[in-house]
């Protein structure tokens, strides 16, 4: 028997198509799909479609996530268009910073703009510099990286190379291949700079005390201490290891239990008895009386 083919096989496949594009969807998909203008237009005026951007829809009652922000963005920008720079390093996860204002690359000379994003039009975008994540088209790691380079301070780039060694993300040859790629731009030689000076996976702060407190330690010109290193039975927050100084970040509630404060002691202790000096700040230590931190540092150090 014939398959029976017309609007019910049209309605499965606009469906499947929300369903991947977290309830977003073009205008050229649909007419891709064999949906007419007249449908179009019927669904919008009834309310089962809501406009996201020019020629994108959502569907009524699609919940409001990034992802869904992501991809509608890409598609508002065509075909060729990929999730760039600092919202691609958020959908990879390796910024927990999520942009008001999208970031998407078209290599296209297209002057047409859509409000909430912010287009960028690179020479040339290499198929080995894209992927599809989380169903999202965007710049694979390594080029996020590079375009983050340009738009981002240091440290920024460092802790965005920390999270993609801890998440597994970050391949060398991969790396390589598209800073070669990449050679003449500016955020290639940002990023080797960076390289030059930085191991991945180095410094990953896992909360802003420890971050503010990393960055004291390198506005005073310390010795670079390891950050979240194993030592014994334990993850110390920061160590000097040759001058046997180890550093804990107090950030909050949690230090004020009675178990905690029994856990901190035992480490403390620990820590003493194997020839370490303990030494805890708390978060109005740190960015309130910075000066007294880099005191008791200096003479620990």
Same mark, same amino acid.
């Given at each position: 028997?014939?398959?029976?083919?017309?609007?019910?096989?049209?309605?499965?496949?606009?469906?499947?198509?929300?369903?991947?594009?977290?309830?977003?969807?073009?205008?050229?998909?649909?007419?891709?799909?064999?949906?007419?203008?007249?449908?179009?237009?019927?669904?919008?005026?009834?309310?089962?479609?809501?406009?996201?951007?020019?020629?994108?829809?959502?569907?009524?009652?699609?919940?409001?996530?990034?992802?869904?922000?992501?991809?509608?963005?890409?598609?508002?920008?065509?075909?060729?268009?990929?999730?760039?720079?600092?919202?691609?390093?958020?959908?990879?996860?390796?910024?927990?910073?999520?942009?008001?204002?999208?970031?998407?690359?078209?290599?296209?000379?297209?002057?047409?703009?859509?409000?909430?994003?912010?287009?960028?039009?690179?020479?040339?975008?290499?198929?080995?510099?894209?992927?599809?994540?989380?169903?999202?088209?965007?710049?694979?790691?390594?080029?996020?990286?590079?375009?983050?380079?340009?738009?981002?301070?240091?440290?920024?780039?460092?802790?965005?190379?920390?999270?993609?060694?801890?998440?597994?993300? !970050?391949?060398? $040859?991969?790396?390589?291949? =598209?800073?070669?790629?990449?050679? %003449?731009?500016? #955020?290639?030689?940002? /990023? +080797?700079?960076?390289?030059?000076?930085?191991?991945?996976?180095?410094?990953?702060?896992?909360?802003?005390?420890?971050?503010?407190?990393?960055?004291?330690?390198?506005?005073?010109?310390?010795?670079?201490?390891?950050?979240?290193?194993?030592?014994?039975?334990?993850?110390?927050?920061?160590?000097?290891?040759?001058?046997?100084?180890?550093?804990?970040?107090?950030?909050?509630?949690?230090?004020?239990? !009675?178990?905690? $404060?029994?856990?901190?002691? =035992?480490?403390?202790?620990?820590? %003493?008895?194997? #020839?370490?000096?303990? /030494? +805890?700040?708390?978060?109005?230590?740190?960015?309130?009386?910075?000066?007294?931190?880099?005191?008791?540092?200096?003479?620990?150090?």
């Amino acid at each position: 028997m014939q398959r029976k083919s017309g609007p019910t096989d049209v309605e499965r496949q606009v469906a499947l198509l929300l369903a991947r594009q977290f309830g977003r969807v073009s205008r050229h998909q649909l007419l891709r799909i064999g949906l007419g203008p007249e449908a179009i237009r019927h669904r919008v005026s009834t309310g089962r479609l809501t406009r996201a951007h020019r020629g994108v829809y959502c569907v009524t009652g699609a919940p409001l996530t990034r992802e869904g922000r992501w991809i509608a963005a890409v598609l508002a920008c065509g075909s060729s268009a990929v999730l760039s720079h600092r919202s691609a390093a958020a959908l990879w996860r390796l910024t927990d910073k999520d942009p008001a204002v999208i970031d998407v690359s078209l290599p296209s000379r297209s002057t047409r703009s859509h409000e909430g994003i912010r287009l960028h039009r690179p020479r040339r975008l290499d198929l080995e510099d894209c992927a599809r994540h989380r169903g999202i088209p965007a710049t694979t790691v390594a080029r996020t990286l590079i375009d983050c380079a340009e738009v981002l301070g240091s440290r920024s780039i460092e802790r965005a190379l920390d999270e993609a060694e801890y998440l597994r993300l !970050l391949d060398e $040859r991969d790396l390589v291949d =598209a800073l070669e790629r990449n050679r %003449t731009r500016t #955020g290639a030689a940002r /990023l +080797r700079a960076t390289l030059s000076r930085h191991k991945p996976g180095t410094t990953r702060t896992r909360n802003p005390l420890e971050e503010a407190f990393l960055l004291l330690t390198r506005q005073a010109k310390l010795p670079a201490p390891e950050v979240n290193e194993p030592l014994g039975p334990y993850e110390i927050d920061f160590l000097w290891r040759p001058q046997r100084v180890a550093v804990e970040t107090d950030g909050g509630q949690s230090h004020d239990r !009675l178990t905690q $404060r029994e856990r901190d002691s =035992a480490r403390d202790a620990w820590l %003493t008895a194997n #020839g370490y000096r303990p /030494l +805890r700040f708390t978060w109005h230590q740190v960015t309130q009386r910075p000066h007294e931190v880099l005191a008791a540092l200096r003479a620990a150090l």
